[in-house]
């Protein structure tokens, strides 16, 4: 009697098309966690700077004096900062420890220790905080520039990008992100 047993099973071939198939799943989802990891530190850079700016926001409103005067907003003030210019280094210690300052010394001081604030918070250098960093008066909030007119300031901040389309230690335009407000004192 001829002996009509099959054996059933799996291949090599079929075994390594398998393994193939979970490895390129395997790695997409590795890719994905990457970026996925990288978008979250984005939008926590994002997050970041919106309190920056609110809470420098809330600074210029409690000092008002610095920024507005019986004509309106003015055209001069110890916060605004143009793109090209220092922010200041040295705050003014009688602000911190006697009612004694005015209201210019005040918005000296609240700029020294919100840069400080900044520095600590978001991965900036020198070269970001003098070039991309903005707050002045302005009548057209949509434009990265400044006409000193109008009745809004505008606050813009900005980052070093940390993607890996852009890497962290080329400072240009391209790795840089911003964020803008602008507000009504």
């Known amino acids: 009697m001829p002996n009509n047993t099959q054996h059933a099973g799996f291949s090599l071939i079929e075994v ?3 393994i193939v198939i979970i490895s390129i799943g395997v790695l997409g989802l590795v890719a994905m966690q990457g970026r996925t990891i990288q978008f979250t530190q984005d939008s926590a850079q994002r997050n970041t700077a919106a309190m920056l700016a609110d809470d420098l926001v809330e600074q210029i409103r409690s000092n008002r004096d610095a920024v507005v005067d019986a004509s309106g907003v003015r055209s001069n ?3 605004y900062k143009a793109p090209a210019a220092t922010f200041p280094t ?5 602000c911190r420890t006697a009612p004694g300052c005015d209201a210019n010394q005040m918005a ?3 700029l020294v220790q919100w840069v400080i604030q900044v520095r600590n918070s978001l991965p900036v250098d020198d070269a970001t905080l003098n ?3 903005i707050i002045c008066r302005d009548s057209t909030p949509a434009t990265a520039a400044c006409d000193n ?3 809004a300031i505008k606050i813009q901040i900005a980052w070093i990008s940390r ?3 852009n890497a962290p230690e080329a400072d240009d335009a391209n790795s840089r992100e911003f964020y803008q407000i602008s507000f009504e004192p």
């Open 131 to 133: 070039a991309a960093y």
């Open 90 to 94: 040295t705050g003014v210690a009688a």
């Open 77 to 79: 003030s110890n916060y």
């Open 16 to 18: 390594l098309v398998a």
């Open 163 to 165: 993607t890996t389309e």
């Open 108 to 110: 000296t001081d609240h």
């Open 149 to 151: 007119l109008g009745s």
